[in-house]
């Protein structure tokens, strides 16, 4: 008999100054840049893809930071999220977004306590910036 079967969401941890850089989603959390692992794909390779669909960043992928099954309580699922460390190739300019999200922004890592922000993210990013 076969185990459950969940989505896999590949998120990345990119610190720029001190601060983190979120994204608002259509739940109105802020969340980690990244998305879903299609068929094949190694969760570095998308990763990679995603933050630059998504915020039009190159990064290198680091170490693995957390992961964890995360409860979508209005969809009544659960998805995988894996975290990893990211590093920006080149100088941060002026951050702009697709249209999958609602919002982009950069958070003091040590002042998230007020944001609608998923536990798992708040975990991750702390040991991101602890590193």
């Not at 979120?22 to 990244?34: D, F, Q, S, V």
């Not at 998504?54 to 995988?80: F, H, M, R, S």
């Not at 920006?88 to 919002?103: V, W």
Request: charged residues 20%; hydrophobic residues 40%.
């Amino acid at each position: 008999m076969a185990g459950p079967v969940f989505p896999v969401s590949v998120k990345g941890v990119i610190l720029h100054r001190g601060e983190v850089i979120l994204l608002k989603n259509e739940r109105g959390e802020w969340e980690l840049p990244g998305g879903r692992l299609e068929p094949g794909e190694q969760p570095q390779a998308c990763l990679h893809r995603e933050i630059f669909e998504e915020l039009y960043l190159d990064v290198a992928i680091g170490p693995l930071l957390e992961c964890w099954n995360y409860p979508i309580a209005q969809a009544g699922k659960e998805v995988v999220i894996i975290a990893y460390l990211c590093r920006l190739k080149h100088d941060l300019g002026a951050l702009s977004f697709s249209h999958e999200h609602h919002d982009v922004g950069l958070f003091p890592t040590d002042s998230l306590t007020d944001l609608p922000l998923p536990e798992g993210y708040r975990q991750a990013i702390g040991k991101a910036a602890g590193l």
